[in-house]
RNA sequence: GUCCCCAUCGUCUAGUGGUCUAGGAUACCGCCCUUUCACGGCGGCGACACGGGUUCGAAUCCCGUUGGGGACGCCA
């Protein structure tokens, strides 16, 4: 059985890449009806913050993975880390080094500088007895020799084991690190299946180490490759949002991110859209790009402006009013403003931002758009069919289309004399959504009152 | 600095020695549709980083150069 797992430390949100390791793992774990778990990697008491674990567990469940069991706390699991220790340190595969970290400091720097450090690290790899003074405890790695394993992206890596030193599994204060927690766990709950970020393949060959000391089964490995800002660099706050939870805020809906997402650095073909239940019939790591993605904003729009054009209506006025706290008019007056909104917009945000235009008065009117039609003939056409208005009553979009077309026909006006300046007393601009369905969703009360309100305006100006 | 990884249109990618005058998507541009803006349809621009090999034949294999990225913690 395929077993897998994501593991992020919580140090703040969890991070649109994480999102994508996490999404590849469950993808393989469900396609082969295995096991996909969730563990938070929180030995460092110092830099965890409690508000993380929840984000990422919220900005999950938003995009609907799922995980199998209990989650589990590597801070909750101090003891069975330290029976592993010890075991290390009966069997001499793990030593206590009482190297201060001043010392460290000195070996790191000549290091960096190219000249040999004047301490050996590995000075007290064959110490006997006890030092009253703080220790950390290091591994011992072998000496010469080479080591390999097949990555199932990047194919046969390996390494001379000298340029491996004596890591550290235990802190100064006695926690482990995460080298040595993430194999004990690996290996204790089972997984088979690796699928990490790049940025993890030196310390596999430290964690293979330490699968070995200890006789367990070595896990598959896949290193994914990182995904580059647009500029090609690391991802960092200032290239828009790294927060998962940030493009819920945006209005991007999650299956468009997951379906960006699975494209970056996975393809099937010349295949673009996949639903869930495709990406995990169809994902294969052994389908995953070796070289860096950059992440591109306009793909993501693309796709999500495509989702939102075939959601169901009844599930945006949902998170319309979730995420965003705008109520759509119940009935077919709500179909009709979705039905054009789908069509034109690339998020729920700008959705939520149009139907706030419709349904409020304008307070304005766009300066470009009044000089260009609100000219000649213009506003007394418009006093004219405020007049009309007065006597029918135009319920649906066609018989609103077909009034204005009376209009026009009977008063032998143009129709940019009399379109584009409707539009622009209901609304404020020259653009949008289909007239005649605009002027269906407002009713003819309030179309009235939006073109009085306009001509008041244009009177004021003139006086 | 040392070690490692990577390299096809601006971007995401297809491509695993001949079917490639390199395909798709997005972005951009144009046309059509249209009382506006979009959507949609059609068309266009646009890439095998460079230099050596190997081979009858290379985007595909090998070496080097260049460029980009990563790792070198008592972080994960």
């Known amino acids: 059985m395929v077993k897998t797992r994501f593991a992020p430390s919580p140090t703040g949100f969890l991070h649109i890449g994480g999102l994508r390791t996490a999404l590849f793992n469950w993808l393989w774990a469900r396609k082969n009806g295995g096991e996909f778990r969730l563990r938070i990697e929180d030995t460092d008491r110092q830099r965890n913050r409690e508000e993380a674990t929840e984000a990422i567990l919220k900005a999950f469940d938003w995009v609907g993975l799922n995980y199998d069991g209990e989650v589990v706390y590597q801070s909750q699991r101090g003891e069975i880390y330290k029976k592993y220790i ?17 010392e460290l400091e000195e070996i790191r720097k000549a290091k ?13 790899r064959n110490f006997q007895g006890e030092l009253e ?44 690190t995460y080298n040595f927690v993430v194999v004990v766990d690996d290996h204790l709950m089972g997984m088979t299946d690796i699928i990490r970020g790049d940025d993890h393949l030196r310390n596999t060959f430290k964690q293979i180490l330490l699968y070995n000391a200890f006789g367990w ?10 995904i580059h800002n647009e500029k090609g660099g690391k991802m960092s706050k200032r290239d828009g949002a790294v927060d998962v939870l940030e493009y819920r805020r945006n209005g991007y809906l999650p299956e468009a991110l997951l379906n960006f ?3 970056l650095g996975w393809s099937y073909g010349d295949r673009e859209i996949f639903s869930i239940g495709e990406m995990i019939q169809l994902f294969d790591p052994k389908n ?17 402006s495509y989702y939102i054009k075939n959601s169901p209506n009844d599930r945006l006025v949902k998170i319309l009013k979730r995420d965003f706290g705008v109520e759509v008019p119940a009935g077919e007056k709500g179909e009709w ?23 409020t008065p304008p307070s304005n009117y766009d300066p470009k758009g009044v000089k260009r039609f609100l000219k000649g003939d213009a506003p007394r056409r418009l006093g004219e069919l405020k007049e009309k208005l007065k006597g029918v009553a135009p319920a649906t979009p066609p018989e609103w289309d077909k009034l204005l077309e009376e209009f026009v026909a009977e008063t032998g006006a143009k129709p940019r004399e009399v379109m584009p300046p409707l539009r622009i ?6 653009r949008g959504i289909d007239l005649g369905t605009l002027l269906a969703i407002l009713g003819r009360d309030e179309v009235v009152d939006r073109i009085e309100k306009l001509l008041e305006f244009l009177q004021n100006r003139e006086g």
């Open 133 to 176: 003074k703080p220790f950390v405890i290091r591994f011992k790695t072998p000496l010469e020799g080479e080591l390999k394993f097949e990555d199932g992206v990047k194919g046969e890596q390996k390494v001379k084991l000298e340029e491996i030193e004596d890591f550290v599994i235990a802190r100064s204060d006695g926690t482990p």
């Open 288 to 304: 995953i790009n070796k070289a860096p993605s950059r992440f591109d904003q306009s793909k993501l729009d693309w796709l999500n």
């Open 86 to 102: 010890d075991q290390l340190l009966k069997e001499g595969k793990a030593y206590k080094c009482y190297l201060t970290p001043e």
């Open 337 to 359: 403003l979705l039905g054009q909104l789908k069509e034109r917009v690339k998020t729920l945000k700008e959705m939520a931002e149009e139907i706030g235009k419709i349904l």
């Open 425 to 430: 007393a209901v609304v404020g601009e020259a």
């Open 217 to 226: 089964e070595v896990p598959n490995f896949y290193h994914l490759p990182m």
């Open 112 to 124: 960096r500088e190219g000249r040999t450090p004047p301490i050996d690290i590995r000075k007290y």
């Open 261 to 263: 997402l699975v494209r």
